[in-house]
């Protein structure tokens, strides 16, 4: 049977699509709602979400972050210097050019007063242990735990009493006391009551169950005073002549 065609004839007959031909390409290439669906969800996969970028951002260093940890860390340049770090040898071990000298004798050490401020007589009237600091000494730290043993002597006497002999009481007493800058006592000694001017001499102080040596080591600097007081009575006068204020310093066991 002979084609019947519209407009141009074909070059052949074999040329011509039939209609279910192109109904069916059409199927399969056809741009349908479902196409476009499978397509997007698909390629959707591939997209990045607000979710991955969130995860993904929280993996970053924040500047407060970057901030907080260097301030945890010590600059290359304090390394091995005065007032810095010490730096690690190759051999796992601090250089010892970066280490103090050691101290490896413990001898006991005698320390005078460094400064003295009696210098003339000092008229004491009211009861009080602080009523006069006379002197003042450091113990520098000797590298080691230590133990003090202070001492003083002190020229002193009732001599604005009433006690019409000078070798009688008074009523009179003066109170010498070595204090620590935390007030506890190293040293201590009551005066007699005499009119007459003496000297009284300062010994490690401990009470009826402790001594001196009974204390907990020291370590570091050690500050002590040596105090002028009024004991009891009205008025006790000191001298500077002979005064003297020292301690000694041995290693704790």
């Known amino acids: 049977m002979t084609l019947r065609y519209v407009g141009r004839s074909p070059d052949a007959d074999g040329s011509v699509v039939n209609k279910g031909y192109v109904d069916s390409r059409y199927d399969l290439i056809k741009v349908d709602a479902d196409y ?100 003042t000494l450091t113990v520098a730290d000797p590298g080691y735990p230590y133990h003090l043993l202070s001492f003083a002597s002190v020229m002193g006497g009732s001599v604005n009493g009433t006690s019409p002999r000078p070798d009688k009481g008074t009523g009179n007493y003066g109170q010498l006391t070595v204090l620590r800058q935390d007030d506890v006592v190293y040293g201590k000694a009551i005066t007699n009551g005499n009119k007459v001017v003496e000297m009284t001499h300062v010994l490690p102080y401990g009470t009826a169950s402790t001594n001196p040596s009974n204390y907990p080591p020291r370590t570091g600097a050690t500050v002590l005073d040596l105090y002028l007081g009024l004991y009891g009575g009205t008025t006790y006068s000191f001298f500077p002549t002979a005064f003297q204020f020292f301690c000694l310093v041995y290693p704790a066991v």
């Open 36 to 135: 476009i669906e499978d397509e997007v969800a698909t390629y959707g996969l591939q997209l990045t979400t607000k979710s991955y970028v969130d995860a993904q951002d929280a993996l970053r260093a924040k500047k407060s972050i970057v901030d907080a940890a260097d301030a945890a860390y010590i600059p290359v340049t304090q390394r091995g210097v005065a007032n810095g770090v010490a730096s690690i040898g190759s051999d796992g071990y601090i250089p010892s050019g970066q280490l103090p000298t050691l101290q490896t004798s413990r001898q006991p050490i005698f320390k005078n007063a460094d400064t003295v401020f009696i210098s003339g007589q000092i008229n004491l009237t009211t009861v009080d242990v602080k009523g006069y600091r006379a002197a």
